[in-house]
């Protein structure tokens, strides 16, 4: 009978394979988006696949459950902080997920979304659900099937969830929307009957290079590693970890209006600063990533907004700002300058939505979600309660599908449920770790306020980052903060900054 | 009892399967010298070891000699220009050779080589060849080693030449050599005793940017398929193949002299257009490569000499290029360039060698490498042996080691012998194609000066490229010219080319 010790030494050998094999993957799809010519595509799409294949086999190999066997019971004897449990405890639950879901059954959904992809496609060009309705059936109902193998569940939405946001679950995060909404929805009628600021000299092209170079002293200062990273331009920014040595950053360009590259290259910053300040003792295991999609998004919105938003942040750069930019700025004060760059306004598009209502076109989707998957609501029934909710919870109805519920590729590209929470998890979460920096400095926006992230990094690192997967989600919350997960903060933050802006008088 | 055709398809899933692995590992080599940052180097190195030892696990897997006792005796029932014929032929090749040579001496052999390589950067440094003989004394055991894997032999260099020119052996190529040594010394000495052609014109920077504009338009002329490819700036030029449909070249820049990227990344079109004709039919199995190293370099050096360097190709280009670079070429006349970017000059150096000397370079260590491996030089007399051939060859002594016997990374980077002769092969082949097509288009020339490359193209794939590796060599040389492969062709060529360039009255 070999000893713990020993098998544990064959399991990091096997997880270091996978996680070779998990970085050659990511750089197939990173040069898909960035330098691939276009005749590459099929073969590309074919090595992915066969990668990605070999990976699942390998994870799912049936000799792993032997050595859990050996580990599981091992790991219990251990210090419950001990990395060797953690990583031992992560690898039973996801080798439980992945072994209770079908190989053929992995294969036929993969089928189905790659069709359902290119439905999706035709139907953002003409308008018409009824493109993808009979698509999104199927999904809903491969949907259920996942669900059911990874039974049992309180609600079918748990174990989809879990997928992205391990340890919660539907009721959890209802809770905390219901309390969220009812708090936001008297902010966002405030500031709709507050003056709307001007956000004219918004509206121009903002030389690309310039603000890469601008964004380049930016990301350093944040703590970006350049010798561990690098900045791409791609339709759709992301940042990806190919090794800890490696995480790369991509952005895009938007003319004609001040926003891209330099939010979305804030905001995937964070995310990579995440991933770079995972301790290296990680590296070859599971635990060498950011802690799922609700704390990953806490730090890439947390540097997005709470920084890149901030007045500090601006009473720091807008002079340079203003220099590179003379043309268009040379005439707006700073006030004015961050008065637009934060103009709340209830629209029908997520990805361009503000601090404020961000959080309710998520809400928007995961309740939908989980009427779906409860059956309280059919696809047919989708697009009209999708527009309701609009009006119900932002006051506007969307004019047309393109701009309503076809806008997003979440449910093209994997199941319907547990797609979305992680955004606005992000931003309850960011809010909570905010408030316990201010508590340890509270001098931390007169740090940013003077170009200087080293304090704001490396709490984070010292708290969240370097754990990287150690922790589940809550656990890392609370343990950063001394509280459980509440929206209390967010929701002080908002009113704070906003109230502010917008001369407003109200309490949350 | 399955059917050699039921075998004969998993064969070509597990190829398939292998050809993804192949296309993994080859983005991950083309990105570790083009786009990652420095920090992802190890994990980098690990991924790649990861993939290629899976690679070579996979291909030499067991269960394929089972596949191939029902596959070879099938594949003498079809005819030998069958494909599946071919395919069966290749693999079990392969397969043979590859079974032969133990895993753990290959990872014995790749660590040595890995601190080999430290030790010859150290030595370029110093020009100590002490630093590299203990290292060279080992690698030149693991080759004789390599050699006795692959036993029976006539040279124990005929195993390592096979590697990458299937179908030779030394005996050949020493014959083939010797004829052209003959040759080309009488050319060489005649060229020496003639006045020199003014150059002083090339020694200044042309603007990367503008060469590779003038590039762009010479390399689209030529077929090369910029859907299907990308052309990097990299520290050595290289042409890779990810897939079919993804063929990418790389360049290098050389300031204060006119060779690159204008040469180089003619060389490596000539290498990528070869892969990019090969028949799509071929894509996922080991045939859908160019035909080894010699032919390879057929290609490539046809595209960059026979085309690049020609007086046809400047008539057409060289208005243009004038213009483009006016300030260096407004007073120089066509003949002047022509002359000037054909300079034959004895040299130290490999890789800046001129058409006529560049393959004495070759014959030198082709030669050395034999008597290393007969045992009839050591490497401790290597450094003297060297520095006497290339008095006796090319009548110059290098002054030191770097510019000598250290020039080369070949033998740090894979075993001694069989390392070079395929560059050398490359023109001979290359000659004898061309006056092939000289025979069928007798105005071929007028074509390349009216900057028409289309004829030349497609007789290449006809008669070449799209076979990919289904023949071995001299028999696709035999199929393509309808003679047995000889070293006149390059003789006529070269006499032809720079008799008229240094108005000699020679004949081969």
Same mark, same amino acid.
């Given at each position: 009978?070999?000893?713990?010790?020993?098998?544990?030494?064959?399991?990091?050998?096997?997880?270091?394979?996978?996680?070779?094999?998990?970085?050659?993957?990511?750089?197939?799809?990173?040069?898909?988006?960035?330098?691939?010519?276009?005749?590459?595509?099929?073969?590309?799409?074919?090595?992915?696949?066969?990668?990605?294949?070999?990976?699942?086999?390998?994870?799912?190999?049936?000799?792993?459950?032997?050595?859990?066997?050996?580990?599981?019971? #091992?790991?219990?004897?251990?210090?419950?902080?001990?990395?060797?449990?953690?990583?031992?405890?992560?690898?039973?639950?996801?080798?439980?997920?992945?072994?209770?879901?079908?190989?053929?059954?992995?294969?036929?959904?993969?089928?189905?979304?790659?069709?359902?992809?290119?439905?999706?496609?035709?139907?953002?060009? !003409?308008?018409?659900?009824?493109?993808?309705?009979?698509?999104?059936?199927? !999904?809903?109902?491969?949907?259920?099937?996942?669900?059911?193998?990874?039974?049992? #569940?309180?609600?079918?939405?748990?174990?989809?969830?879990?997928?992205?946001?391990?340890?919660?679950?539907?009721?959890?995060?209802?809770?905390?929307?219901?309390?969220?909404?009812?708090?936001?929805?008297?902010?966002?009628?405030?500031?709709?009957?507050?003056?709307?600021?001007? !956000?004219?000299?918004?509206?121009?092209?903002?030389?690309?290079?310039?603000?890469?170079?601008?964004?380049?002293?930016?990301?350093?200062?944040?703590?970006?590693?350049?010798?561990?990273?690098?900045?791409?331009?791609?339709?759709?920014?992301?940042?990806?970890?190919?090794?800890?040595?490696?995480?790369?950053? !991509? *952005?895009?360009?938007?003319?004609?209006?001040?926003?891209?590259?330099?939010?979305?290259?804030?905001?995937?910053?964070?995310?990579?600063?995440?991933?770079?300040?995972?301790?290296?003792?990680?590296?070859? *295991?599971?635990?060498?990533?950011?802690?799922?999609?609700?704390?990953?998004?806490?730090?890439?919105?947390?540097?997005?907004?709470?920084?890149?938003?901030?007045?500090?942040?601006?009473?720091?750069?807008?002079?340079?700002?203003?220099?590179?930019?003379?043309?268009?700025?040379?005439?707006?004060?700073?006030?004015?300058? #961050?008065?637009?760059?934060?103009?709340?306004?209830?629209?029908?598009?997520?990805?361009?939505?503000?601090?404020?209502?961000?959080?309710?076109?998520?809400?928007?989707?995961?309740?939908?979600?989980?009427?779906?998957?409860?059956?309280?609501?059919?696809?047919?029934?989708?697009?009209?309660?999708?527009?309701?909710?609009?009006?119900?919870?932002?006051?506007?109805?969307?004019?047309?599908?393109?701009?309503?519920?076809?806008?997003?590729?979440?449910?093209?590209?994997?199941?319907?449920?547990?797609?979305?929470?992680?955004?606005?998890?992000?931003?309850?979460?960011?809010?909570?770790?905010?408030?316990?920096?201010?508590?340890?400095?509270?001098?931390?926006?007169?740090?940013?306020?003077?170009?200087?992230?080293? *304090?704001?990094?490396?709490?984070?690192?010292?708290?969240?980052?370097?754990?990287?997967?150690?922790?589940?989600?809550?656990?890392?919350?609370?343990?950063?903060?001394?509280?459980?997960?509440?929206?209390?903060?967010?929701?002080? #933050?908002?009113?704070?900054?906003?109230?502010?802006?917008?001369?407003?008088?109200?309490?949350?």
């Amino acid at each position: 009978m070999p000893t713990p010790q020993a098998v544990l030494a064959e399991l990091k050998a096997h997880l270091q394979f996978l996680s070779d094999l998990g970085g050659a993957v990511g750089l197939l799809r990173w040069d898909q988006v960035t330098y691939m010519p276009q005749g590459g595509a099929s073969a590309r799409s074919r090595h992915i696949a066969t990668l990605s294949r070999l990976w699942q086999e390998q994870f799912t190999a049936p000799h792993i459950q032997e050595w859990l066997d050996v580990l599981v019971p #091992y790991a219990e004897t251990l210090p419950y902080d001990d990395d060797d449990a953690a990583l031992i405890r992560y690898v039973a639950r996801e080798y439980d997920r992945r072994r209770r879901i079908p190989t053929d059954f992995v294969a036929e959904m993969s089928r189905h979304l790659s069709a359902s992809r290119q439905a999706w496609g035709e139907a953002r060009q !003409t308008g018409e659900f009824a493109t993808v309705q009979p698509f999104l059936e199927k !999904t809903l109902d491969f949907s259920r099937r996942m669900a059911d193998y990874l039974a049992p #569940y309180d609600h079918p939405m748990d174990p989809l969830i879990q997928q992205s946001d391990e340890g919660f679950d539907t009721a959890t995060i209802r809770a905390l929307f219901d309390t969220l909404q009812r708090g936001l929805v008297p902010l966002v009628r405030a500031i709709a009957d507050a003056p709307r600021p001007n !956000t004219d000299f918004l509206a121009h092209t903002y030389d690309f290079d310039t603000q890469m170079a601008f964004l380049h002293d930016v990301l350093t200062a944040f703590g970006y590693d350049w010798q561990r990273g690098r900045h791409d331009l791609t339709a759709h920014p992301f940042a990806i970890r190919l090794s800890h040595g490696d995480v790369r950053i !991509t *952005t895009r360009f938007t003319p004609d209006y001040l926003n891209a590259p330099l939010f979305p290259s804030m905001h995937e910053s964070g995310h990579a600063i995440y991933e770079q300040n995972v301790s290296p003792r990680y590296e070859g *295991t599971p635990l060498a990533r950011g802690a799922w999609s609700g704390v990953h998004e806490s730090s890439s919105r947390l540097w997005e907004n709470r920084v890149g938003r901030s007045r500090p942040f601006w009473e720091h750069y807008y002079p340079r700002f203003q220099r590179l930019f003379a043309d268009h700025l040379a005439h707006v004060p700073l006030d004015d300058f #961050y008065a637009a760059i934060n103009v709340v306004e209830p629209s029908f598009i997520r990805v361009t939505a503000d601090e404020v209502t961000y959080n309710l076109h998520i809400m928007i989707r995961f309740e939908l979600e989980a009427q779906l998957l409860e059956g309280s609501l059919s696809i047919a029934e989708l697009p009209e309660a999708w527009n309701a909710m609009y009006e119900e919870f932002l006051g506007v109805r969307p004019p047309n599908h393109k701009v309503g519920v076809l806008q997003d590729v979440h449910w093209y590209n994997a199941l319907i449920g547990g797609r979305f929470q992680g955004y606005a998890l992000g931003n309850i979460i960011g809010a909570q770790l905010f408030e316990a920096i201010q508590a340890t400095h509270p001098d931390i926006e007169d740090h940013i306020a003077a170009g200087e992230f080293d *304090t704001l990094r490396g709490w984070l690192t010292e708290h969240v980052y370097r754990h990287g997967r150690k922790y589940l989600p809550l656990e890392l919350v609370e343990r950063a903060t001394g509280k459980p997960l509440s929206v209390e903060p967010l929701l002080r #933050y908002l009113y704070a900054k906003f109230g502010d802006l917008y001369g407003l008088n109200l309490e949350p």
